[in-house]
């Protein structure tokens, strides 16, 4: 049995190498399984021939153990305007927090970037904990804001934080689905995406604050720089290391190989029994 042991121990290396993989690849984004529709993008202020009735989201979670749960909070759009995830343990907490407060809501501000346009609504994405005091996360937990344009087709763009009334973009990735994008935050607050050029259409166009009937208060972000600036507004692009996606190449390897070995280790198996079986007189 000794083939089948070896199998079994290859096995087990692949799978471990593929968790020491995922642990070293930055946070991946949302899996989206089946047929997911695109509806229509829904506005806080419309545009001229826009869909209204964007509305924000909160949830309110345990800490266990003093340590942050694991936060997944979307808008109820499919797919989602807005969301924000982190592993168990990625928020920085307070000595005695009880619960995280996690919300996402629509707002409306005056500010636009001075080399491009705000596409959709501006999202105040806020982590709190039950005293009302603003949280962060370490870069390297890979807590991640999903942001989506108002078109679906939209291959490029930068998720960016409104900073002391400045937009400082963010490393930005595509999801791949919906017009949808992904950046790795630290600190929270006003988050929009940034196209480049100037809005044109309802789609592109941001709305107002004077339409707005409940304008919100300015920026109350923290002074935290995010966790990196962004390349130029194109957007895009892998964020994992050399080294990274090297141990990913080598987990799928390693699993292949363990899955050839065990295939051989059985057929000699057989082989070996039926050579050993008694012949009958």
Known sequence: MRAGGDARFVICAGFLVVVI??????????LYDGVVPIEPYQWLVPPAGALGGA?????????LGGRSPLVAVTTAESPPQAQIFAEPGAITLPAGAATLKVSIEPVVLGTAPPDGHLDGNVYRILVTDDRGTLLSAPPAAGVSVVLRATDPTTAQATIALLQNGAWERLATSTTGLGGTFIAVVSTFGEFAIILPGPASGAAGSAPSPASSLHASPPSTSPGEQPVAPSPPSSGGGDDAGPAGWLLAGLAVFVLVAALIRSRLGARRERTRYRGARPTRK
Not at 21 to 30: E, I, N, V, Y
Not at 55 to 63: D, H, M, P, Q, R
């Open 55 to 63: 509305a924000g989201t909160a949830a309110t979670l345990k800490v």
């Open 21 to 30: 993989a995922r642990l070293m690849l930055p946070s991946a984004p949302p």
